[in-house]
């Protein structure tokens, strides 16, 4: 009896530590990116796609945040 509640314990605590993980990426998921959080509605939608030309075009970082403030501004008119 003593082996059945050892094993059965066993299985409890391997199916809790490979369920685990698996909950905590779902939840990630669902968390707002920075742009999402810091931008008013509706542009950062526009931030990301204004921030991936930039790496296209090859913007150097110095020049890459009024880039993608000048590009974001076209975009919301």
Do not use: I, N, W
Not at 29 to 58: F, I, L, V, Y
């Amino acid at each position: 009896m003593c082996r059945l509640a050892l094993g059965c314990a066993a299985a409890l605590a391997a199916a809790l530590v490979l369920a685990g993980p698996a909950a905590a990426q779902k939840s990630d998921a669902m968390t707002a990116t920075a742009p999402e959080k810091m931008t008013p509605p509706g542009q950062s939608a526009a931030m990301r796609d204004c921030d991936k030309q930039a790496m296209r075009q090859r913007v150097r970082v110095e020049d890459r945040a009024r880039f993608v403030k000048d590009c974001v501004a076209r975009k919301m008119k």
